[in-house]
Nanobody, 127 residues
Framework: QVQLVETGGRLVQAGGSLRLSCASS????????MGWFRQAPGKEREFVAA????????YFGDFVKGRCTISRDDAKNTVYLQMNNLKPEDTALYSC????????????????????WGQGTQVTVSS
């Protein structure tokens, strides 16, 4: 029902910035919340940020500490994740996900709440 495609991941030096994009298609009207998660080999998947499909309610993971912003372009059906002051520990596969649940406000940080996932885009931060 919903298809997601992430782009923008690349190799970047520590202290640099990246903007990741998540383009959505399909039944866009079903989406309530768009989130970003990341996962490195041997580690658990972590919540990065999320934004409501309508309005501008945002959520951020505990590790972000003000380094990330999330935004939405309704004309392009695209959500962006801006990451600044990147660190080697930010190296991971970053994936976007769509939540179509009516109770999306409850647990935006839980990957179990999301219904559709993209393939992910690799971010590698060198020291």
């Amino acid at each position: 029902q919903v298809q997601l495609v992430e782009t923008g991941g690349r190799l970047v030096q520590a202290g640099g910035s990246l903007r990741l994009s998540c383009a959505s298609s399909g039944l866009i009207s079903d989406i309530k919340l768009m989130g970003w998660f990341r996962q490195a080999p041997g580690k658990e998947r972590e919540f990065v940020a999320a934004i409501s499909w309508t309005g501008s309610t945002t959520y951020f993971g505990d590790f972000v500490k003000g380094r990330c912003t999330i935004s939405r372009d309704d004309a392009k059906n695209t959500v962006y994740l801006q990451m600044n002051n990147l660190k080697p520990e930010d190296t991971a596969l970053y994936s976007c996900a769509a939540d179509v649940s009516p109770n999306w406000e409850r647990l935006p940080h839980s990957d179990l709440m999301y219904d559709y996932w993209g393939q992910g885009t690799q971010v590698t931060v060198s020291s």
